[in-house]
């Protein structure tokens, strides 16, 4: 614009020198003139981008062309990208821009992680806010068996033997065939592997999203020499652990990889089965890496005549051995999950439907469950719990019954133990609120929960995800 | 000066320009402007203006400007330019800047993926809506043949042209050369050939044998069409067909061959033809339907020898392990020298190297796929071969046959375990209608349907197909 070039020479002055070019201290500032469209900006600034990025080589590039600074790009997203360069916020401006142009924009000047920040960060999570934003088709008629989210906020959904990936801003997607009829665990490895795995077809399958490649198969070599089909999938960011369970049924382990070499390291949990002792060797259906004890929950259930039973193992994956176990014979978790920021691991009775809690910090010889609802469900008889999901998320436990989905949160009382007493307290207190408003509650009942710095839910016959996002956002 | 990247030039402000389009000064460099083509006009502008310190003046619209030259920049569209501007506008303003190249390839759909695909836009032509049948090039535009009318979209699916042909209906198209269409229709006697951009009739081939008196208005049933030679399979009223190739560039009968009666199933006249460019054959098919089920033949032809090359008959073709289920549809994947074929009965996929044909070539393709365990196939079957995937609509279904990306490790040999079959459409898709006709046209996929106006434009996308709740 006419209007800004004409002030190019007033920063000049800003040095309190009189002399115009090539000054000292006025080097600090850089002009840059992209499509026709002069920006003026500080050397740190630029080199907040990155080392890597073109911004940065822009403000350390050869003093004598300090005037002369081009860049044949569109002037109106460069001033976008600059605010946020500056700020670490999108202008409000931007919104009159496709969020796709400013991805590829920014990524032609390598501030994409910029965007990402300012858009899809983790720490914008907020489970007291959380409304249902978009809703994300599948094409074809495979319903969603699967999903795996990411902390960056992409994620990957299982449909048929397809996997669609969409990216951090759920705008650009992509889809991959398998080798698999269906997936049943996923996870994502880096924003382009994943990890899949199916509970009958053999193998823990390393795919590459870009072209669908397998880079790698991974087996578990038992003694019976057949095949293993994989249970669960879970991670620590150093070790990839894997469910094993021999075709026959009859042995299972967890194995751990290394997760960037995908050599196998150890090989934990090995059970087999003896005789007719099928509860001796569930296999682990969940596993859960717990950073605050550096610990591995793997938990596994089994319907017998005599009902659901099932265990829940806490692994010290060094030494291999289970530190801490829970046998589950009347109520049998449904669910189980943990809370790292609550210390706490929380299941949902298939048997009650209650939701309730252990207390991580002082697990010991007779520690039990906790139950925070009323009690009162468990007489009826009807398995209340069956299908119900939990998942922790920051320091919220969300638990989904039929098509609702419960927040558990836990409330910070004061006061010395007779003060709570008064008002009725006694131990944690734990209170639960319904997720979304009054018309986005019910509905098909939810077969999946997802948490990036979103929440991801499916539903039951119905081929799309839907993503839950927290206002503040934006 | 032309240095691909403007910040290493080394003498920044040269090769730099700046012009001024209806009033809004744009700066960009001479190779931006270049990457346009040497034809563009903006590629002349830039060779003039270098040493020129006034802007260059272009009496057109600059925020349409600003749009193209984004795209010539980052070679991608803006994603908010499909919103301000018609597909129209922005081709129309591209070809007058002459970056009509760059501006097709920013437009064209990304590549097609069966596994995920949707129906994008619905062609209709304005009147008599029902085609009969239509034609598909490779970048991406089509010719829709409905009520004796041929409607031309080009690679943006923008309408150029609607003619009328002589025909009552056409039930043949080919796009022969890139303005001419061969036409036939199986109402009226003879192969036509229609200049689609003058609207004109410019020459005709029939079959005349001068020995053989019955031998008259004989139909057109199906066209295919080589570098060079446009080959027509030929029909008369009793039925006695032969195939006829006919040059391109004189419009000439040059040889015919697979002359046979047309008494019975095994001799009928070729309802599909395909040219093999890679086995030099043509590969025809017809089938019947009767009250014993499908019958009818695949053969191969060399239009040099005239000869029989290869071909099975269903039912009766001996050996087949799959007696009792002939074939109801079958088409050739040309980039993959493969025959696909669809059974009548069980509905499977049979699939036949053409690099190995032999008494039994067919393998018949296991489906893994838990959801579509129970689609039998009965009914009528329409298939398709396109960018080395199977189309095949069933009824109103339209499903997809794809081959499993394998490791670099798991190279095994080409067994038939490495195709799955998924839905292309949803549920409600299958509600439209039959789907009568499948063609393939760059990155698009053609679905023509009985009894339903239009053509239904099939796409995978990029971006994911987001539904804002607000």
Same mark, same amino acid.
């Given at each position: 614009?006419?209007?800004?070039?004409?002030?190019?020479?007033?920063?000049?002055?800003?040095?309190?020198?009189?002399?115009?070019?090539?000054?000292?201290?006025?080097?600090?500032?850089?002009?840059?003139?992209?499509?026709?469209?002069?920006?003026?900006?500080?050397?740190?600034?630029?080199?907040?981008?990155?080392?890597?990025?073109?911004?940065?080589?822009?403000?350390?590039?050869?003093?004598?062309?300090?005037?002369?600074?081009?860049?044949?790009?569109?002037?109106?997203?460069?001033?976008?990208?600059?605010?946020?360069?500056?700020?670490?916020?999108?202008?409000?401006?931007?919104?009159?821009?496709?969020?796709?142009?400013?991805?590829?924009?920014?990524?032609?000047?390598?501030? =994409?992680?910029?965007?990402?920040?300012?858009?899809?960060?983790?720490?914008?999570? @907020?489970?007291?806010?959380?409304?249902?934003?978009?809703?994300?088709?599948?094409?074809?008629?495979?319903?969603?068996?699967?999903?795996?989210?990411?902390?960056?906020?992409?994620?990957?959904?299982?449909?048929?033997?397809?996997?669609?990936?969409?990216?951090?801003?759920?705008?650009?997607?992509?889809?991959?065939?398998?080798?698999?009829?269906?997936?049943?665990?996923?996870?994502?490895?880096?924003?382009?592997?994943?990890?899949?795995?199916?509970?009958?077809?053999?193998?823990?399958?390393?795919?590459?999203?870009?072209?669908?490649?397998?880079?790698?198969?991974?087996?578990?070599?038992?003694?019976?020499?057949?095949?293993?089909?994989?249970?669960?999938?879970?991670?620590?960011?150093?070790?990839?652990?894997?469910?094993?369970?021999?075709?026959? +049924?009859?042995?299972?382990?967890?194995?751990?990889?290394?997760?960037?070499?995908?050599?196998?390291?150890? =090989?934990?949990?090995?059970?087999?089965?003896?005789?007719?002792?099928?509860?001796?060797?569930?296999?682990?259906?969940?596993?859960?890496?717990?950073?605050?004890?550096?610990?591995?929950?793997?938990?596994?259930?089994?319907?017998?005549?005599?009902?659901?039973?099932?265990?829940?193992?806490?692994?010290?994956?060094?030494?291999?051995?289970?530190?801490?176990?829970?046998?589950?014979?009347? @109520?049998?978790?449904?669910?189980?999950?943990?809370?790292?920021?609550?210390?706490?691991?929380?299941?949902?009775?298939?048997?009650?439907? =209650?939701?309730?809690?252990?207390?991580?910090?002082?697990?010991?010889?007779?520690?039990?469950?906790?139950?925070?609802?009323?009690?009162?469900?468990?007489?009826?008889?009807?398995?209340?719990?069956?299908?119900?999901?939990?998942?922790?998320?920051?320091?919220?436990?969300?638990?989904?019954?039929?098509?609702?989905?419960?927040?558990?949160?836990?409330?910070?009382?004061?006061?010395?133990?007779?003060?709570?007493? =008064?008002?009725?307290?006694?131990? +944690?207190?734990?209170?639960?609120?319904?997720?979304?408003?009054?018309?986005?509650?019910?509905?098909?009942?939810?077969?999946?929960?997802?948490?990036?710095?979103?929440?991801?839910?499916?539903?039951? @016959?119905?081929?799309?995800?839907?993503?839950?996002?927290?206002?503040?956002?934006? | 000066?032309?240095?691909?990247?403007?910040?290493?030039?080394?003498?920044?402000?040269?090769?730099?320009?700046?012009?001024?389009?209806?009033?809004?000064?744009?700066?960009?460099?001479?190779?931006?402007?270049?990457?346009?083509?040497?034809?563009?006009?903006?590629?002349?502008?830039?060779?003039?203006?270098?040493?020129?310190?006034?802007?260059?003046?272009?009496?057109?619209?600059?925020?349409?400007?600003?749009?193209?030259?984004?795209?010539?920049?980052?070679?991608?569209?803006?994603?908010?330019?499909? &919103?301000?501007?018609?597909?129209?506008?922005?081709?129309?303003?591209?070809?007058? *800047?002459?970056?009509?190249?760059?501006?097709?390839?920013?437009?064209?759909?990304?590549?097609?993926?069966?596994?995920?695909?949707?129906?994008?836009?619905?062609?209709?032509?304005?009147?008599?809506?029902?085609?009969?049948?239509?034609?598909?090039?490779?970048?991406? &535009?089509?010719?829709?043949?409905?009520?004796?009318?041929?409607?031309?979209?080009?690679?943006?699916?923008?309408?150029?042209?609607?003619?009328?042909?002589?025909?009552?209906?056409?039930?043949?198209?080919?796009?022969?050369?890139?303005?001419?269409?061969?036409?036939?229709?199986?109402?009226?006697?003879?192969?036509?050939?229609?200049?689609?951009?003058?609207?004109?009739?410019?020459?005709?081939?029939?079959?005349?044998?001068?020995?053989?008196?019955?031998?008259?208005?004989?139909?057109?049933?199906?066209?295919?069409?080589?570098?060079?030679?446009?080959?027509?399979?030929?029909?008369?009223?009793?039925?006695?067909? !032969?195939?006829?190739?006919?040059?391109?560039?004189?419009?000439?009968?040059?040889?015919?061959?697979?002359?046979?009666?047309?008494?019975?199933?095994?001799?009928?006249?070729?309802?599909?033809?395909?040219?093999?460019?890679?086995?030099?054959?043509?590969?025809?098919?017809?089938?019947?339907?009767?009250?014993?089920? *499908?019958?009818?033949?695949?053969?191969?032809?060399?239009?040099?020898?005239?000869?029989?090359?290869?071909?099975?008959?269903?039912?009766?073709?001996?050996? &087949?392990?799959?007696?009792?289920?002939?074939?109801?549809?079958?088409?050739?994947?040309?980039?993959?020298?493969?025959?696909?074929?669809?059974?009548?009965?069980?509905?499977?996929?049979?699939?036949?190297?053409?690099?190995?044909?032999?008494?039994?070539?067919?393998?018949?393709?296991?489906?893994?796929? *838990?959801?579509?365990?129970?689609?039998?196939?009965?009914?009528? !079957?329409?298939?398709?071969?396109?960018?080395?995937?199977?189309?095949?609509?069933?009824?109103?279904?339209?499903?997809?046959?794809?081959?499993?990306?394998?490791?670099?490790?798991?190279?095994?040999?080409?067994?038939?375990?490495? *195709?799955?079959?998924?839905?292309?459409?949803?549920?409600?898709?299958?509600?439209?209608?039959?789907?009568?006709?499948?063609?393939?046209?760059?990155?698009?996929?053609?679905?023509?349907?009985?009894?339903?106006?239009?053509?239904?434009?099939?796409?995978?996308?990029?971006?994911?197909?987001?539904?804002?709740?607000?």
């Amino acid at each position: 614009m006419p209007s800004l070039a004409s002030s190019v020479p007033a920063p000049a002055m800003s040095g309190g020198s009189t002399r115009f070019q090539r000054s000292k201290t006025e080097s600090n500032i850089v002009t840059i003139d992209v499509g026709g469209q002069m920006f003026q900006t500080t050397k740190q600034t630029l080199a907040l981008a990155g080392p890597d990025s073109l911004l940065s080589e822009l403000a350390g590039s050869d003093p004598s062309q300090l005037a002369h600074r081009f860049i044949d790009r569109d002037p109106e997203l460069f001033s976008v990208l600059l605010s946020l360069l500056r700020t670490g916020n999108l202008p409000s401006k931007a919104k009159s821009f496709d969020l796709r142009d400013l991805i590829s924009e920014s990524e032609f000047y390598g501030v =994409e992680s910029f965007l990402v920040n300012s858009l899809s960060n983790p720490s914008q999570f @907020d489970a007291f806010n959380l409304e249902k934003s978009r809703i994300l088709e599948l094409n074809g008629r495979d319903l969603p068996s699967t999903i795996a989210a990411a902390p960056s906020g992409s994620l990957h959904v299982v449909h048929g033997s397809k996997i669609t990936s969409f990216d951090w801003s759920l705008r650009k997607k992509s889809t991959i065939l398998t080798q698999f009829p269906a997936i049943d665990s996923l996870l994502e490895i880096s924003p382009r592997i994943v990890a899949a795995g199916a509970t009958d077809f053999p193998g823990l399958q390393i795919l590459e999203l870009q072209k669908g490649a397998v880079r790698a198969s991974l087996n578990w070599e038992n003694a019976t020499k057949s095949a293993s089909t994989v249970q669960a999938i879970g991670s620590s960011g150093d070790h990839l652990f894997t469910s094993f369970e021999s075709s026959r +049924r009859n042995s299972n382990c967890i194995m751990v990889y290394d997760q960037q070499s995908l050599r196998p390291v150890t =090989e934990i949990a090995h059970f087999e089965i003896y005789g007719a002792e099928i509860e001796s060797a569930v296999p682990a259906t969940k596993l859960r890496w717990v950073p605050g004890v550096n610990l591995l929950m793997a938990s596994g259930s089994h319907r017998g005549p005599l009902g659901m039973t099932g265990n829940i193992r806490l692994w010290d994956v060094r030494s291999g051995s289970a530190v801490w176990e829970v046998k589950e014979r009347a @109520d049998c978790f449904s669910d189980v999950t943990f809370s790292d920021r609550l210390s706490a691991i929380f299941k949902v009775g298939v048997d009650s439907g =209650e939701v309730s809690y252990m207390d991580l910090r002082s697990l010991g010889t007779e520690s039990s469950w906790v139950c925070l609802g009323e009690g009162k469900r468990s007489a009826s008889g009807k398995k209340e719990g069956l299908g119900c999901r939990i998942e922790g998320h920051g320091s919220q436990v969300f638990c989904s019954r039929g098509g609702d989905i419960e927040l558990w949160s836990e409330v910070a009382v004061m006061g010395s133990s007779s003060d709570r007493s =008064e008002n009725g307290l006694q131990g +944690r207190v734990f209170r639960k609120n319904l997720v979304g408003r009054a018309k986005d509650m019910g509905g098909a009942k939810i077969t999946s929960l997802a948490f990036g710095n979103k929440m991801f839910v499916t539903r039951k @016959d119905l081929q799309f995800v839907e993503v839950w996002e927290s206002t503040v956002s934006r | 000066m032309e240095n691909g990247d403007p910040n290493n030039a080394p003498s920044p402000a040269h090769g730099r320009i700046k012009l001024n389009v209806g009033g809004k000064l744009f700066e960009t460099t001479v190779s931006t402007l270049q990457s346009g083509g040497p034809d563009s006009l903006l590629f002349a502008l830039s060779n003039r203006a270098v040493a020129d310190p006034n802007p260059v003046f272009i009496d057109r619209d600059p925020d349409i400007f600003s749009v193209l030259l984004s795209l010539l920049r980052t070679s991608r569209l803006p994603s908010t330019a499909s &919103s301000r501007y018609s597909k129209q506008e922005l081709a129309d303003e591209a070809l007058y *800047y002459g970056v009509e190249s760059c501006l097709r390839s920013a437009m064209s759909p990304p590549p097609l993926a069966g596994i995920d695909a949707s129906v994008v836009s619905t062609i209709r032509p304005a009147s008599d809506g029902f085609p009969s049948s239509f034609t598909a090039a490779g970048d991406g &535009s089509l010719w829709i043949a409905h009520g004796g009318q041929i409607s031309c979209y080009d690679w943006s699916l923008a309408h150029t042209a609607t003619i009328r042909t002589h025909f009552e209906e056409v039930t043949s198209i080919c796009r022969v050369w890139p303005e001419i269409a061969a036409v036939g229709s199986e109402a009226a006697p003879g192969l036509h050939f229609y200049d689609i951009s003058g609207g004109r009739h410019v020459g005709s081939t029939h079959w005349t044998d001068p020995s053989d008196p019955r031998i008259y208005k004989a139909r057109v049933m199906a066209i295919a069409d080589s570098a060079d030679s446009v080959f027509a399979s030929f029909e008369c009223p009793h039925k006695e067909n !032969s195939i006829f190739e006919i040059d391109k560039s004189t419009l000439q009968t040059v040889s015919e061959f697979g002359r046979q009666p047309g008494s019975s199933a095994k001799n009928m006249v070729a309802g599909k033809l395909t040219w093999l460019p890679e086995s030099n054959a043509v590969v025809g098919s017809a089938v019947s339907c009767g009250a014993f089920g *499908y019958s009818g033949y695949i053969r191969l032809w060399d239009p040099r020898s005239s000869e029989v090359v290869w071909e099975t008959n269903e039912p009766g073709s001996g050996r &087949s392990s799959r007696f009792g289920d002939s074939f109801a549809d079958m088409d050739a994947d040309i980039e993959g020298s493969k025959l696909f074929k669809i059974c009548s009965k069980s509905g499977d996929l049979g699939m036949a190297d053409l690099r190995k044909l032999g008494d039994d070539p067919w393998v018949y393709l296991t489906d893994k796929n *838990y959801s579509m365990r129970n689609t039998s196939g009965s009914g009528s !079957s329409v298939i398709r071969c396109h960018r080395g995937q199977v189309f095949v609509g069933r009824e109103g279904n339209l499903e997809v046959w794809s081959r499993v990306e394998e490791g670099e490790n798991g190279v095994e040999g080409e067994n038939d375990a490495m *195709y799955r079959r998924n839905y292309v459409d949803k549920l409600e898709d299958a509600e439209r209608g039959t789907i009568r006709m499948i063609e393939g046209g760059g990155d698009r996929l053609f679905v023509g349907r009985e009894q339903v106006e239009g053509i239904e434009v099939w796409e995978s996308s990029n971006f994911a197909a987001a539904i804002p709740i607000s």
